[in-house]
């Protein structure tokens, strides 16, 4: 009650007071620009909706008012039957002996819609109140034939705006009809305010009683043409025709009145009732189209063509609303604001959504027009409609949807396109024809932000993996494109699973369009990937791009190759030289130094050589630094130690654990004579062999000549030269086994280097897979093993002959070194001048064996 007061209707909270009622209502506002001596307009609202209202309140209680209640309870009868779309249309009342209340449409007062025009152009202006002049006519004619009844208030104050722009008939308060023994109008007429100033001539002369003599309309026209003046010439006085003499209005006093509409405006003045033009023979006269005076000011007036196409759209045949259209569309920038936004759109949109018309040319007509609507109102006015058409299955409508989608996409929210919109776009994945297959695709990226994770993640990808595959080419390439631009909004592990395949399905495409997308689309989301993904799946997975046929991908491939390239290097520029403690062996094959500068290479050449140098340098550190230091047993046959990585080839080249004993002396192996196996000195050297003198010549020079030019510095490397080292012996050796022999697991598994943290039993595990030797070696005698010049310090044991015959012995035996010194802590030229020394006497001992052939060869006599 309280709010209601504060409203300012002491009528309203009186009446709730003492009756206790519930309105249908909430008054807001009162309207200050509307000037009636009787009514009170006020802006509400109606309780079911919310929706927008007007609230008109007459109250009794004041003695100015009291004379006035017969005529205001004369207007609520009359506005609650008389219903016409250009009359003020009544939705409800409360009324009590001395208060009512008439709830209707939202309007306005026509004074301050004729206020805002006046600033307008003239033309403009003109075709306004021409076309609201239209409206006010038709309803006089309905009143005036149809009802047969006399409005008897026409006049300013009696004409409102609704919300769609259009004017609306309302002041019912005198209408009566001749039949009526209640009427109003010819006992109380001259109760209306201002009563006598808007009457007809012979009103004036003989009373109000005297129109039940004429025609209805007759009282009507006269007052039809005062108003045609007052809109007109707002500011100017009524003409002089409308006091007596009641002179003919003369040219000079046309004003602002258009001069089409002056002739017509002359016959509503009319003196004499009988000759008076009436609203409905005005209306059908401006309508024509005849060359008669005052035609066509109706039939010409922009609005006036464009509310008739409206109404009548459905039943035109197609060439009428192509026209339609077209008109529309030329003449929409002029339309008032509330007139397009609330008569002309929901026209369209009605005729749209229940067919009679293309797309095409509608949804233009309906973006343009929704442009002037206020942020406010643009939910309820034009997406409310779209939304709904999303569910049409005509495809005419939904492309024209999608084309237009940029325009109203930044206005939809979340749950819109989640519950609405996506159930029914997502259909366009599948439709038979490739436009909307097409257009489907390229709508998803301005809807992208407005999906929850499910659809994102989910559903989309599933139809996006659909369209990679069709056979549209450009669908295909604007697929990966999307897939590129959605990249970033993926979830973390949706972009690991989808992205280099998607894109990597694109470089593979047979259009070229295709690949060069797929590429720019790899380079796009470069953030996406971390350095080990772009190292292990960008980069494998886009690299023979480079040789691609076309030299449009070829040369966006090497653009991403740079790219990608660049940006590990920052990546490992931030690493640290080494994942392993310093404590720790350095991995077998990553050298401590480099052979160039930055440790690069700029040749295959020099690749290949720095390879190999970094294999034999960190073999030799191996070696030093861990074998040199243990014993083999002499009992098993030959064990091999080897990282875990290597794969494990035969039983009886695996020993057990007990096999090796540390030791600071010398290792030795003993085998029994004869047993063949990889023993060292465990074969004879057949007296056919012809080329191993010069084989061992070739890898004594090259060893010497290596040693001599060393480009790792002094690092032990392996001694070729060492006199006790029979290379000839591995000629015969039974062949290794290979891995495709024995089953063993890829040596490049994830275990591939061994660490100092490795013990020895941990090598020596055997595998359930591994076969059996193929020449098991037989228990033997322990015998003297020679000694390698790996090993420091060792001593030299007696030489072995190599006649067939152990009686030959003492005739051919190989001249012996005495003792075998280490090249190890020796400079860089002393260990040249050993090389050198021990060449020499390489050479004399080809020479003595040489020599001892030949003697076998040839028997003494």
Same mark, same amino acid.
């Given at each position: 009650?309280?709010?209601?007061?504060?409203?300012?209707?002491?009528?309203?909270?009186?009446?709730?007071?003492?009756?206790?009622?519930?309105?249908?209502?909430?008054?807001?506002?009162?309207?200050?620009?509307?000037?009636?001596?009787?009514?009170?307009?006020?802006?509400?609202?109606?309780?079911?909706?919310?929706?927008?209202?007007?609230?008109?309140?007459?109250?009794?209680?004041?003695?100015?008012?009291?004379?006035? #209640?017969?005529?205001?309870?004369?207007?609520?009868?009359?506005?609650?039957?008389?219903?016409?779309?250009?009359?003020?249309?009544?939705?409800?009342?409360?009324?009590?002996?001395?208060?009512?209340?008439?709830?209707?449409?939202?309007?306005?007062?026509?004074?301050?819609?004729?206020?805002?025009?006046?600033?307008?152009?003239?033309?403009?202006?003109?075709?306004?109140?021409?076309?609201?002049?239209?409206?006010?006519?038709?309803?006089?004619?309905?009143?005036?034939?149809?009802?047969?009844?006399?409005?008897?208030?026409?006049?300013?104050?009696?004409?409102?705006?609704?919300?769609?722009?259009?004017?609306?008939?309302?002041?019912?308060?005198?209408?009566?009809?001749?039949?009526?023994?209640?009427?109003?109008?010819?006992?109380?007429?001259?109760?209306?305010?201002?009563?006598?100033?808007?009457?007809?001539?012979?009103?004036?002369? &003989?009373?109000?009683?005297?129109?039940?003599?004429?025609?209805?309309?007759?009282?009507?026209?006269?007052?039809?043409?005062?108003?045609?003046?007052?809109?007109?010439?707002?500011?100017?006085?009524?003409?002089?025709?409308?006091?007596?003499?009641?002179?003919?209005?003369?040219?000079?006093?046309?004003?602002?009145?258009?001069?089409?509409?002056?002739?017509?405006?002359?016959?509503?003045?009319?003196?004499?009732?009988?000759?008076?033009?009436?609203?409905?023979?005005?209306?059908?006269?401006?309508?024509?189209?005849?060359?008669?005076?005052?035609?066509?000011?109706?039939?010409?007036?922009?609005?006036?063509?464009?509310?008739?196409?409206?109404?009548?759209?459905?039943?035109?045949?197609?060439?009428?609303?192509?026209?339609?259209?077209?008109?529309?569309?030329?003449?929409?920038?002029?339309?008032?604001?509330?007139?397009?936004?609330?008569?002309?759109?929901?026209?369209?949109?009605?005729?749209?959504?229940?067919?009679?018309?293309?797309?095409?040319?509608?949804?233009?007509?309906?973006?343009?027009?929704?442009?002037?609507?206020?942020?406010?109102?643009?939910?309820?006015?034009?997406?409310?409609?779209?939304?709904?058409?999303?569910?049409?299955?005509?495809?005419?409508?939904?492309?024209?949807?999608?084309?237009?989608?940029?325009?109203?996409?930044?206005?939809?929210?979340?749950?819109?396109?989640?519950?609405?919109?996506?159930?029914?776009?997502?259909?366009?994945?599948?439709?038979?024809?490739?436009?909307?297959?097409?257009?489907?695709?390229?709508?998803?990226?301005?809807?992208?932000?407005?999906?929850?994770?499910?659809?994102?993640?989910?559903? #989309?990808?599933?139809?996006?993996?659909?369209?990679?595959?069709?056979?549209?080419?450009?669908?295909?390439?604007?697929?990966?494109?999307?897939?590129?631009?959605?990249?970033?909004?993926?979830?973390?592990?949706?972009?690991?699973?989808?992205?280099?395949?998607?894109?990597?399905?694109?470089?593979?495409?047979?259009?070229?369009?295709?690949?060069?997308?797929?590429?720019?689309?790899?380079?796009?989301?470069?953030?996406?990937?971390?350095?080990?993904?772009?190292?292990?799946?960008?980069?494998?997975?886009?690299?023979?791009?480079?040789?691609?046929?076309?030299?449009?991908?070829?040369?966006?491939?090497?653009?991403?190759?740079?790219?990608?390239?660049?940006?590990?290097?920052?990546?490992?520029?931030?690493?640290?030289?080494?994942?392993?403690?310093?404590?720790?062996?350095?991995?077998?094959?990553?050298?401590?130094?480099?052979?160039?500068?930055?440790?690069?290479?700029?040749?295959?050449?020099?690749?290949?050589?720095?390879?190999?140098?970094?294999?034999?340098?960190?073999?030799?550190?191996?070696?030093?630094?861990?074998?040199?230091?243990?014993?083999?047993?002499?009992?098993?046959?030959?064990?091999?130690?080897?990282?875990?990585?290597?794969?494990?080839?035969?039983?009886?080249?695996?020993?057990?654990?007990?096999?090796?004993?540390?030791?600071?002396?010398?290792?030795?192996?003993?085998?029994?004579?004869?047993?063949?196996?990889?023993?060292?000195?465990?074969?004879?050297?057949?007296?056919?062999?012809?080329?191993?003198?010069?084989?061992?010549?070739?890898?004594?020079?090259?060893?010497?000549?290596?040693?001599?030019?060393?480009?790792?510095?002094?690092?032990?490397?392996?001694?070729?030269?060492?006199?006790?080292?029979?290379?000839?012996?591995?000629?015969?050796?039974?062949?290794?086994?290979?891995?495709?022999? &024995?089953?063993?697991?890829?040596?490049?598994?994830?275990?591939?280097?061994?660490?100092?943290?490795?013990?020895?039993?941990?090598?020596?595990?055997?595998?359930?897979?591994?076969?059996?030797?193929?020449?098991?070696?037989?228990?033997?005698?322990?015998?003297?093993?020679?000694?390698?010049?790996?090993?420091?310090?060792?001593?030299?044991?007696?030489?072995?002959?190599?006649?067939?015959?152990?009686?030959?012995?003492?005739?051919?035996?190989?001249?012996?070194?005495?003792?075998?010194?280490?090249?190890?802590?020796?400079?860089?030229?002393?260990?040249?001048?050993?090389?050198?020394?021990?060449?020499?006497?390489?050479?004399?001992?080809?020479?003595?064996?040489?020599?001892?052939?030949?003697?076998?060869?040839?028997?003494?006599?």
């Amino acid at each position: 009650m309280d709010y209601l007061r504060t409203l300012g209707s002491a009528a309203v909270s009186s009446l709730v007071q003492k009756s206790g009622l519930t309105l249908p209502f909430s008054l807001g506002t009162k309207v200050t620009s509307y000037d009636n001596q009787s009514w009170t307009l006020y802006d509400a609202t109606k309780r079911d909706d919310g929706s927008l209202v007007s609230v008109f309140e007459f109250d009794a209680n004041t003695s100015a008012k009291k004379n006035y #209640l017969p005529l205001a309870k004369n207007a609520l009868r009359k506005l609650r039957t008389v219903r016409h779309p250009d009359v003020l249309r009544f939705m409800d009342t409360v009324e009590t002996d001395t208060t009512i209340h008439i709830m209707t449409e939202r309007v306005r007062p026509l004074a301050s819609a004729i206020s805002a025009w006046s600033s307008k152009g003239a033309q403009e202006r003109e075709e306004y109140l021409v076309w609201g002049l239209h409206r006010v006519s038709v309803a006089l004619t309905f009143v005036n034939d149809s009802c047969a009844s006399t409005h008897g208030n026409v006049r300013v104050s009696s004409i409102f705006i609704s919300a769609t722009g259009e004017w609306k008939l309302g002041g019912f308060d005198a209408l009566s009809s001749p039949k009526d023994d209640a009427a109003v109008l010819y006992t109380l007429g001259s109760v209306i305010p201002d009563a006598m100033s808007y009457a007809s001539p012979e009103v004036k002369k &003989n009373g109000w009683s005297v129109l039940k003599e004429y025609d209805p309309a007759a009282a009507d026209a006269y007052a039809l043409g005062l108003l045609i003046h007052c809109i007109f010439n707002p500011s100017a006085p009524l003409p002089a025709t409308a006091q007596p003499p009641h002179t003919p209005p003369t040219a000079s006093s046309r004003g602002a009145i258009p001069t089409a509409l002056f002739p017509s405006f002359k016959k509503l003045l009319n003196p004499n009732p009988k000759a008076r033009l009436t609203p409905k023979n005005f209306l059908e006269l401006c309508m024509s189209q005849t060359a008669g005076e005052g035609s066509g000011v109706f039939a010409n007036n922009r609005l006036v063509k464009v509310c008739s196409g409206l109404d009548n759209f459905n039943l035109g045949n197609e060439s009428e609303k192509v026209a339609f259209l077209r008109m529309l569309k030329e003449s929409a920038s002029s339309f008032p604001q509330e007139f397009a936004s609330q008569r002309v759109l929901p026209s369209l949109i009605s005729a749209l959504e229940f067919g009679g018309a293309s797309a095409a040319a509608i949804l233009p007509l309906v973006m343009q027009l929704g442009k002037g609507v206020s942020p406010e109102d643009y939910s309820s006015v034009i997406l409310v409609h779209l939304v709904k058409l999303y569910a049409s299955p005509d495809r005419g409508t939904r492309m024209a949807l999608l084309d237009h989608l940029p325009e109203y996409a930044d206005k939809l929210d979340k749950k819109t396109v989640v519950d609405k919109i996506w159930p029914n776009l997502q259909t366009g994945f599948l439709d038979t024809v490739a436009v909307i297959r097409e257009a489907t695709v390229k709508s998803i990226i301005l809807l992208s932000d407005k999906l929850n994770e499910r659809i994102l993640n989910n559903d #989309l990808l599933r139809h996006l993996a659909k369209m990679q595959a069709d056979p549209e080419p450009s669908i295909r390439t604007n697929t990966c494109i999307l897939i590129g631009r959605l990249g970033p909004s993926l979830g973390y592990n949706t972009k690991r699973k989808v992205l280099v395949p998607a894109f990597t399905r694109a470089l593979k495409d047979t259009f070229v369009h295709a690949r060069v997308a797929g590429l720019m689309a790899l380079m796009a989301t470069i953030e996406c990937f971390d350095a080990e993904d772009l190292a292990s799946k960008v980069i494998p997975n886009m690299s023979f791009t480079t040789v691609d046929k076309e030299k449009l991908v070829r040369d966006q491939a090497f653009k991403a190759m740079d790219l990608f390239v660049k940006r590990l290097e920052e990546y490992a520029s931030s690493m640290p030289e080494t994942a392993a403690p310093e404590s720790e062996a350095i991995p077998l094959g990553l050298p401590p130094s480099s052979p160039g500068a930055n440790g690069l290479v700029n040749s295959a050449a020099g690749a290949a050589g720095a390879l190999a140098g970094w294999a034999i340098s960190s073999i030799g550190k191996k070696l030093a630094a861990a074998d040199l230091q243990s014993t083999m047993d002499t009992n098993a046959g030959v064990g091999i130690d080897r990282p875990t990585s290597a794969p494990v080839t035969s039983d009886a080249l695996r020993p057990s654990a007990s096999s090796y004993t540390s030791t600071t002396s010398s290792s030795q192996l003993g085998t029994k004579t004869g047993v063949k196996g990889m023993q060292l000195g465990a074969h004879k050297v057949p007296t056919s062999s012809s080329g191993t003198a010069f084989t061992a010549d070739w890898v004594e020079e090259a060893a010497a000549e290596a040693a001599q030019s060393n480009p790792w510095g002094s690092d032990d490397l392996m001694d070729v030269n060492a006199d006790q080292d029979d290379w000839s012996a591995f000629e015969a050796a039974p062949a290794v086994p290979t891995n495709g022999q &024995n089953g063993t697991q890829d040596p490049w598994g994830d275990d591939g280097f061994t660490t100092s943290n490795h013990t020895v039993d941990d090598f020596l595990k055997p595998a359930s897979n591994v076969s059996k030797p193929i020449h098991a070696p037989k228990p033997a005698a322990p015998k003297p093993f020679k000694s390698s010049p790996l090993v420091a310090n060792r001593t030299m044991a007696p030489a072995r002959s190599i006649t067939p015959s152990e009686s030959d012995a003492g005739e051919h035996t190989v001249p012996q070194k005495a003792t075998i010194v280490s090249t190890a802590g020796m400079t860089k030229e002393e260990k040249a001048a050993e090389m050198a020394r021990r060449k020499e006497e390489r050479r004399q001992r080809i020479a003595a064996l040489k020599e001892a052939k030949k003697g076998v060869a040839t028997p003494t006599p």
